[in-house]
């Protein structure tokens, strides 16, 4: 039995047409991250990360291995120029979106484990003129919770720099 691999476009179009998209709230230090439940591709324990290379930028975590892969991982909460984690267990392991054969993956360290919301548009509110950090592309209001939508392109061009 063959299967079908939706990309984030597909899912994006999908979403419209039917007024939903599968997502996960993915809890980061003061924040929930909202995603396409197809960009976050598994989710594993951050006990073997191996560290950042000597110079890097402190949201740089480190690499964890992955399906034999070297994942580098990003502290989201760096990236938009607040605090690094004091501590953290898990790594959201995220499909590169860029179709960058350099980054077919990258890491998210998270606080805990992503829970699935099934996102109506109808209901997710945008918050316009929020503030937004340089790797938020929206704050948005779901189901009461405030949330951020990550910039994925932003997060994958730093990582590719």
């Given at each position: ?14 979403g419209a047409t039917t007024g939903t ?10 924040k929930m991250l909202l995603l396409p ?73 998270v606080q805990a484990i992503p829970r ?46």
């Amino acid at each position: 039995m063959a299967t079908t691999q939706l990309t984030l476009n597909q899912t994006t179009l999908l979403g419209a047409t039917t007024g939903t998209i599968a997502c996960l709230l993915t809890p980061v230090t003061g924040k929930m991250l909202l995603l396409p439940n197809v960009t976050i591709a598994e989710v594993v324990p951050a006990e073997q990360m191996l560290p950042a290379p000597a110079g890097a930028g402190a949201w740089h975590q480190g690499f964890v291995k992955w399906r034999d892969i070297d994942v580098p991982v990003v502290a989201f909460e760096t990236l938009n120029d607040n605090q690094p984690p004091r501590e953290f267990e898990r790594i959201a392991i995220v499909s590169g979106i860029s179709a960058q054969r350099e980054l077919p993956y990258y890491g998210i360290v998270v606080q805990a484990i992503p829970r699935l919301a099934k996102v109506k548009i109808a209901e997710l509110e945008d918050l316009e003129g929020a503030s937004t950090g340089p790797m938020e592309f929206l704050k948005v209001r779901y189901a009461g919770e405030l949330a951020v939508i990550p910039d994925l392109d932003a997060i994958e061009a730093k990582l590719l720099a």
